[in-house]
């Protein structure tokens, strides 16, 4: 019923790292944040195609599902909703050797050059989903069927699970790959009659989705940056260049490095600017951000595009919105 698609977090750090001006001192960090949620994306995106193998006719799916009960934002990668139970599937792209620390509620990897690094265990994490989303399903009156929960690792091969010499802690909710299957198949055994009607089903399937809110970022401030960080002008569209700026005349962008031309390159720009400042732009804003000329240029370019404002003269202001200026997509 919710199919997936790329995180905010991921596509506006994506435009930050590519805006972000020469040599700043966060770049490396915001370059790791990236990677890692590439990585996560990715382990998402390997989950959902085993998901999309299991009946179709039995399960609602919903991935990247975000809601919020007692002021609580929570996510869940991947919920399976049945008339028999609710799954909660927690996935991970951690490769490498994984020690899971039962002591410490940790989970550990070990490098090649015998640095360890430490991770919040994916189990804890795929509890309090369970125990959140009971919450949400208790306050709005829908409180009908268990849920259980599963965490998920992408690599069958690259990815090698261990825990502490003599631990015996069940790990029967923890899989690889395509032992998802096997880990689903017994959790439907020990849940195998119907505790709702498909017209319940459908109703806490609606609900899920009219309540999916997803958090609102300011990933500047998250940061701790400005607009003083950010480099601005209109960005080459070949993506083996991807200069900025471009440069305007006679009603197209010209790339000075690699002499690409285009009509519409400063929609990509808006959507930048929409992404990181916010959905209102000025003239003096829009000129100013695309590197254009004259005010009078400026002028004609924004009454083409035809976007709602509000305001008079100077003070006017345009409203971007996806609808006029797409949201930014990632291969």
């Known amino acids: 019923m919710k199919e997936l698609t790329p995180p905010q977090r991921l596509l506006l750090t994506e435009i930050l ?32 195609n085993y998901v999309k193998e299991l009946p179709q006719e039995k399960y609602l799916i919903f991935h990247d ?25 927690e996935a991970k792209n951690i490769l490498g050797t994984l020690l899971f620390d039962n002591i410490f509620k940790q989970l550990i990897r070990q490098n090649d050059d015998g640095t360890e690094e430490s991770f919040e265990d994916p189990r804890v994490q795929a509890q ?24 998920f690792f992408k ?3 690259k990815t090698i699970l261990k825990t502490n010499p003599g631990d015996r802690t069940d790990f029967s909710k923890v899989c690889k790959g395509r032992d998802l299957f096997n880990k689903i198949e017994s959790i439907e055994q020990r849940f195998n009659h119907e505790r709702v009607d498909t017209q319940t089903l459908t109703q806490i399937g609606q609900l899920l989705l009219s309540e ?47 002499n690409t031309s285009s009509k519409d390159a400063h929609l990509d720009a808006l959507s930048d ?12 804003e829009f000129r100013s951000f ?9 002028q004609k370019i924004l009454i083409r595009l035809d976007l709602p404002a509000t305001g008079k003269t100077k003070n006017r202001k345009y409203q971007l919105s996806p609808k006029k200026v797409a949201t930014c997509g990632l291969p």
């Open 128 to 151: 309090r989903l369970q125990s959140l989303l009971r919450k949400w399903l208790v306050k709005n009156g829908l409180n009908l069927l268990p849920i259980e929960h599963l965490v």
């Open 290 to 298: 695309l590197h254009l000329p004259t005010i009078h240029t400026s």
């Open 212 to 258: 999916h809110s997803p958090k609102l970022i300011h990933i500047l401030q998250e940061y701790n940056l400005t607009k003083k960080d950010i480099r601005s002008g209109v960005c080459c569209p070949i993506e083996t260049c991807r200069h900025i700026p471009m440069t305007y005349n006679r009603g197209k962008w010209t790339c000075s490095v690699c």
């Open 155 to 157: 690599s069958a091969t």
């Open 17 to 48: 790292k590519n805006r972000l001006i020469a040599g700043h001192r966060r770049y490396q960090e915001i370059e790791r944040d990236l990677a890692k949620r590439w990585a996560g994306y990715w382990g998402e995106i390997a989950l959902a």
């Open 273 to 284: 600017h929409f992404h990181l400042f916010g959905p209102t732009i000025t003239n003096f």
């Open 65 to 89: 599902l975000q809601l919020q009960v007692n002021g609580i934002h929570f996510q869940i990668d991947t919920l399976l909703l049945s008339q028999n139970l609710i799954l909660i599937i």
